[in-house]
């Protein structure tokens, strides 16, 4: 196992595509599947599944429910955000309110976080 793939987390990995929540289908189909880049839903990475990734630039997409704005989800969100960002990914966290009621400024915001990448090419437009 290198320190970015961990085949203990493979089955949950895909259980979590096929069950995505409302606001990652809603996310996935109508933004970031359409994207002219790699984008892979429910990613390990260490000992942890992020919801998106995209590797070409290093940006993990992670969408918050209510327990994540908790003491403990905010804890456990600081320890994974640290590890993430020591491998070079940057994490960028909207709200599942924010994914549901502000879907343009979420993509607009992911696009701008793309478009900043040095591994692209040209500006990514949907």
């Not at 990613?43 to 995209?54: A, L, R, T």
């Not at 994540?68 to 955000?81: F, N, Q, T």
């Not at 993430?84 to 979420?106: A, C, H, M, P, Q």
Request: hydrophobic share 30%; aromatic share 8%; with cysteine.
């Amino acid at each position: 196992m290198n320190k970015t793939n961990n085949s203990k987390l493979t089955g949950n990995s895909k259980n979590l595509r096929r069950n995505m929540t409302k606001e990652e289908r809603h996310l996935w189909y109508d933004f970031l599947r359409l994207l002219p880049i790699t984008v892979n839903r429910q990613k390990v990475i260490g000992n942890y599944i992020v919801d998106f990734y995209i590797a070409s630039c290093k940006i993990v997409i992670e969408l918050d429910g209510s327990q994540h704005y908790e003491d403990k989800g905010i804890e456990k969100d600081a320890v994974r955000d640290k590890y993430l960002e020591s491998l070079g990914i940057k994490v960028l966290r909207y709200s599942n309110y924010d994914v549901t009621l502000k879907f343009r400024n979420v993509c607009e915001d992911i696009l701008k976080n793309i478009d900043e990448c040095p591994n692209t090419t040209s500006s990514v437009t949907t």
